[in-house]
């Protein structure tokens, strides 16, 4: 009895959907074990895919619930303010893009002090950081439908992203296989934390509900438009990537009708 009380709690539902996105993160990352060296091209098509699965889980499943729950207002001000945290949060924290470069105070005493791998790790988390809010905000709400979709595209896209950040480190000399791979996953771990805590902060606040999905969302569109398109545009690549955005769009909308 106490387990199946246990598995009707949001809260724990949100922990276990963290979980879930956090190892396809995770099995991104292990493809560095066994695929050194993926091209430029599909990375940044890959990247695309992300892209779109974002915009569409943005719309379909944080938005349009949160406008039917609490009326347009809140759900516009939460994307505001979603979007101003990750301004602020790429003006005053240190990371590092594949393409775009350094961002932040990088040129800090404390910031010179971080290896290279790490801002890079820190880029990746500072991304994944809506994406684990986004979960919990879903499973919190009590719309199962729209938190499971919101669970798969965000393990869908995380992928690409495990994949990413090892890579990088990979790139940036580390050289072990295997070491690479693990510090792709570890960027991927803030999910879990974040999810528990969206789904905790709606669940016992109703009234925040409609402000944290818009605020999910607009944090989500924010990363795409700010960083991911931009990172998959920067070597010639951009009609594969367009293409990718266009079929993780295409994924999302079919999976929505389908858990309909």
Do not use: C
Not at 102 to 117: C, F, Q, S, T, Y
Request: no cysteine.
């Amino acid at each position: 009895m106490q387990i199946e009380l246990l598995f009707q709690n949001p809260v724990f539902l949100a922990f276990l959907g963290g979980v879930f996105t956090a190892s396809l993160n995770l099995i991104g990352a292990l493809v560095v074990l066994v695929w050194r060296r993926p091209s430029e091209r599909f990375m940044d098509a890959a990247l695309g895919f992300s892209a779109g699965v974002m915009i569409a889980a943005s719309f379909t499943s944080l938005i349009i619930p949160g406008i039917e729950h609490g009326g347009v207002v809140p759900v516009l001000v939460g994307i505001g303010l979603g979007a101003v945290f990750m301004d602020l949060t790429d003006r005053f924290i240190p990371h590092e893009h594949f393409i775009k470069g350094k961002e932040g105070p990088v040129d800090a005493e404390w910031a010179k002090r971080l290896k290279g791998v790490w801002l890079f790790i820190i880029a990746i988390t500072i991304h994944n950081m809506p994406e684990g809010l986004a979960v919990g905000v879903g499973f919190g709400s009590g719309h199962y439908k729209e938190a499971v979709e919101i669970m798969l595209a965000i393990g869908l896209q995380n992928v690409p992203e495990g994949m990413a950040v090892a890579l990088a480190a990979y790139s940036v000399g580390l050289g072990r296989n295997f070491y690479a791979a693990y510090t792709g996953m570890r960027s991927g771990l803030v999910e879990i934390p974040l999810a528990v805590i969206g789904a905790a902060a709606v669940f016992y606040m109703k009234s925040l509900l409609p402000y944290a999905m818009g605020f999910a969302a607009g944090a989500m569109v924010y990363v795409v438009s700010d960083e991911i398109i931009p990172e998959t545009h920067r070597k010639g690549h951009e009609r594969l990537a367009t293409w990718g955005l266009m079929v993780g769009l295409v994924v999302m909308l079919t999976l929505d009708v389908v858990l309909a």
